[in-house]
């Protein structure tokens, strides 16, 4: 795997994923691979945006999303607006610890996009400001600084999942 590769169905597929899961900058690789086999669980398309804390061909990703990650259709692609251009219909639902609203709070459709930041810093401010009343977050007790990435990508996916009945 090379992070230039696109994964993505052959043009002219009629596959279309069920979510577009994606990861800013994500950091851990163990986190990235468990949410690949969630996205491969559910048929949602995963989307890395550069950069990534680790290579694409660590064996730590490997390991965490063992032999699903050749199921897996995703992306690596060099900024959030390259994602935004490429899916100009799909609702955006950032997820942050800043969020207002609760996962059950909003209507999740297929096609829309969850956009989780990286695992030590989260998601910009500006693109925080930019969808403000699309900004989602698990609730938690005060104890708790945040939710471990994947755990938090794989609860929003399938409270969306089971909100318009997906998987079946």
């Given at each position: 795997m090379t992070p230039d590769e696109d994964h993505s169905p052959p043009p002219g597929d009629s596959h279309a994923p069920l979510l577009n899961v994606v990861l800013y900058?994500?950091?851990?690789?163990?986190?990235?691979?468990?949410?690949?086999?969630?996205?491969?669980?559910?048929?949602?398309?995963?989307?890395?945006?550069?950069?990534?804390?680790?290579?694409?061909?660590?064996?730590?990703?490997?390991?965490?999303?063992?032999?699903?990650?050749e199921h897996l259709d995703w992306e690596a692609v060099d900024s959030w607006d390259e994602v935004k251009r490429r899916l100009p219909n799909s609702n955006v639902f950032c997820l942050t610890k800043f969020g207002s609203k609760h996962p059950w709070d909003v209507s999740f459709a297929?096609?829309?996009?969850?956009?989780?930041?990286?695992?030590?810093?989260?998601?910009?401010?500006?693109?925080?400001?930019?969808?403000?009343?699309?900004?989602?977050?698990?609730?938690?007790?005060?104890?708790?600084?945040?939710?471990?990435?994947?755990?938090?990508?794989?609860?929003i996916m399938y409270e969306a999942v089971r909100q318009f009945g997906g998987l079946g």
């Open positions: 900058q994500p950091e851990i690789p163990q986190n990235t691979g468990n949410i690949g086999r969630s996205c491969v669980a559910i048929g949602a398309k995963l989307w890395l945006i550069r950069p990534l804390g680790f290579q694409l061909d660590s064996r730590y990703l490997k390991r965490a999303g063992l032999d699903y990650w297929p096609g829309d996009i969850l956009l989780f930041g990286s695992e030590s810093s989260g998601l910009p401010v500006s693109i925080r400001g930019e969808y403000a009343g699309q900004c989602v977050r698990l609730p938690m007790r005060t104890q708790v600084r945040s939710l471990n990435l994947a755990s938090t990508a794989n609860a």
